[in-house]
């Protein structure tokens, strides 16, 4: 079973803050996806990262993939507190044809 | 609105009952997944179906079985029940099958109880 780390597990922040979730592994990756989850729902995709140093910006979110591609982050410019909720990557193996979940980072930002 | 749907939204099992956790997707995907979520254990693949009439074991497998009912069902099914499949169940769907650049859509889970 193929691991990915995410740190921290628990962030709280002031509302403005500055914030930067990782995601860590051992083993390479053929894309990394992240998503956002509220209480009561599944998982929202907000990007996949393909390329080994890729980085995509939605709005105040910045993605980067590794250039190895065994790691990724997620950076959130001037939080707010409608970005709380649980943030999990996710990263697809080609060899285990399957997706593998991180254990998330649940992010609270104060208001 | 299309999505991925799930029935039921809460259920309590006694151990050694038995249900099916019933999942439907209206977007004409080619793949199907059932994953469960656990505190501090992210999201567990539990079986998966990369197209009509197909299905393989993911990671957790033990103590569920699945039917790809057609294109847009795939129903969990477990047998006899036991307090550690005390969960929230995830379905899911991807167009594009099992390729790196694949959108999973989620439905709103199943959240069970094993008393």
């Known amino acids: 079973t193929q691991l990915l780390e995410q740190s921290p597990q628990f962030l709280s922040i002031q509302e403005g803050e500055n914030l930067t979730v990782y995601c860590n592994s051992s083993?390479?990756?053929?894309?990394l996806q992240w998503y956002r989850q509220e209480p009561g729902e599944g998982p929202v995709l907000l990007v996949t990262?393909?390329?080994?140093?890729e980085v995509k910006k939605l709005k105040r979110l910045t993605f980067q993939f590794g250039d190895a591609r065994k790691d990724s982050s997620l950076h959130i410019t001037a939080a707010q507190t409608g970005d709380t909720g649980l943030y999990l990557c996710?990263?697809?193996?080609?060899?285990?044809?399957?997706?593998?979940f991180g254990s998330g980072t649940q992010l609270t930002v104060l208001p | 609105n299309a999505g991925v749907t799930q029935t039921p939204k809460f259920q309590v099992l006694k151990t050694g009952q038995s249900m099916t956790l019933q999942c439907a997707q209206d977007?004409?995907?080619?793949?199907m997944y059932w994953y469960r979520q656990d505190p501090g254990m992210g999201l567990r693949l539990i079986y998966y179906?990369?197209?009509?009439?197909?299905?393989d074991k993911g990671e957790v497998p033990n103590g569920y079985n699945v039917s790809r009912l057609n294109k847009r069902e795939f129903s969990l099914r477990l047998e006899s029940a036991a307090p550690s499949q005390t969960s929230v169940y995830f379905c899911?769907?991807?167009?594009?099958?099992?390729?790196?650049?694949?959108?999973?859509?989620f439905g709103s889970g199943t959240r069970l109880t094993v008393v």
């Open positions: 990262v393909v390329t080994g140093g």
């Open positions: 977007m004409n995907h080619n793949s």
């Open positions: 996710a990263g697809f193996s080609g060899s285990a044809r399957q997706l593998t």
């Open positions: 083993s390479v990756f053929s894309s």
């Open positions: 899911a769907s991807s167009k594009g099958g099992l390729a790196a650049f694949s959108s999973y859509t």
């Open positions: 179906s990369a197209s009509e009439g197909t299905t």
